[in-house]
T-cell receptor, first 111, second 116 residues
Framework: DTGVSQNPRHKITKRGQNVTFRCDPI?????LYWYRQTLGQGPEFLTY????????KSRLLSDRFSAERPKGSFSTLEIQRTEQGDSAMYLC?????????FGPGTRLTVT | AQKVTQAQTEISVVEKEDVTLDCVYE???????LFWYKQPPSGELVFLIR??????QNEISGRYSWNFQKSTSSFNFTITASQVVDSAVYFC?????????????FGTGTRLTVIP
């Protein structure tokens, strides 16, 4: 059973640049989630997909953030015009129902 | 509003000691789900357990046990005979109907260090 995979694992970018992260969920999982985790904190929910439909978005997800899940398989999270405050670990999780299984995360550093 | 409190920021124990990690939650919903996750130094969150609000039975899995008490809104996690591999940050999380039952609301975590 292949777990959730995320790419890239690390991304360093300059302020103002756009970045895109990819998440490949566990194959039979129809639910996919994005979270953000900053140092010393627990993960914070960003958004949720059921199949290809984005059903929930947190107020944390500003207009600069957009997420997609075309065809209900992999998902991408794009951050436009990055700011230093966007520096964090971006976590993806997938589930069939309630138990969410997390990927290794993408660590974003905005300089 | 939902809230998960893990008052213990850091705990250190000597190997083979028992340790209990506390979790107190707040929700207005009668249906909710509680979780524990482990985040080892590698960074990947590992699912440990889910409990439904209507099932107050305690659970034991090997050296791990969980005590769910609705009367005190607590969902505590005990590791018996701790081992160095248990060193990690442990997160308690809540999902309820208000948050769509899909949005996990995490506490700030407890960092456990097991000293050999």
């Amino acid at each position: 059973d292949t777990g959730v995979s995320q790419n890239p694992r690390h991304k360093i970018t300059k302020r103002g640049q756009n970045v895109t992260f990819r998440c490949d969920p566990i194959s039979e999982h129809n639910r996919l989630y994005w979270y953000r985790q900053t140092l010393g904190q627990g993960p914070e929910f960003l958004t949720y997909f059921q199949n290809e439909a984005q059903l929930e978005k947190s107020r944390l997800l500003s207009d600069r953030f957009s997420a997609e899940r075309p065809k209900g398989s992999f998902s991408t999270l794009e951050i436009q015009r990055t700011e230093q405050g966007d520096s964090a670990m971006y976590l993806c999780a997938s589930s069939r129902k309630y138990e969410q299984y997390f990927g290794p995360g993408t660590r974003l550093t905005v300089t | 509003a939902q809230k998960v409190t893990q008052a213990q920021t850091e705990i250190s124990v000597v190997e083979k000691e028992d340790v209990t990690l506390d979790c107190v939650y707040e929700t207005r919903d009668t249906t909710y789900y509680l979780f524990w996750y482990k985040q080892p130094p590698s960074g990947e969150l590992v699912f440990l357990i889910r409990r439904n609000s209507f099932d107050e039975q305690n659970e034991i899995s090997g050296r791990y046990s969980w005590n769910f008490q609705k009367s005190t809104s607590s969902f505590n996690f005990t590791i018996t005979a701790s081992q160095v591999v248990d060193s990690a940050v442990y997160f308690c999380a809540l999902a309820d109907d208000t948050s769509g039952a899909n949005n996990l609301f995490f506490g700030t975590g407890t960092r456990l260090t097991v000293i050999p």
